[in-house]
């Protein structure tokens, strides 16, 4: 799969962020489809059938680790790598996010965009990291 036709589902609802991300990942040849609220990221993700899942914990309508949780028990999208961007840094958060199934999880607060597209670039490259 080329990179051009790799899809990113990014969900965030901080306009500043999920602009600065979009911009980054469409410079790295990604297409980048974009999602303000749990609702609409889980009807994208089972629309879109995106390659990878950017997915914040904190947003409206369904937060994040629910949005996680029925992405991951959905048979149609329970292959889709996510990655979880959050503000929640405390341990208990990151191995929740984990465990219900998230492939590396970054805490906005500590984030580069070049990190994040690095990431990216690794779990396509790898499957799974």
Known sequence: MSEGSRRV???????FLRRAAEARLRQHGFTVIAAVDGEE???IARAEQPDLILLDLIMPKIQGFEVLKALKQDDATAHIPIIVLSNLGQDHDVQ???AEGAVAYFV????SLQD?????NEVFE????
């Not at 906005?108 to 984030?111: G, Q, R």
């Not at 994040?116 to 990216?120: F, G």
């Open 9 to 15: 589902l990014l969900a965030e609802d901080d306009r």
């Open 41 to 43: 990221a889980l009807r």
């Open 96 to 98: 929740r996010a984990m």
């Open 108 to 111: 906005k607060a500590h984030l």
């Open 116 to 120: 994040l597209v690095q990431k990216v």
């Open 126 to 129: 790898g499957g799974k990291t």
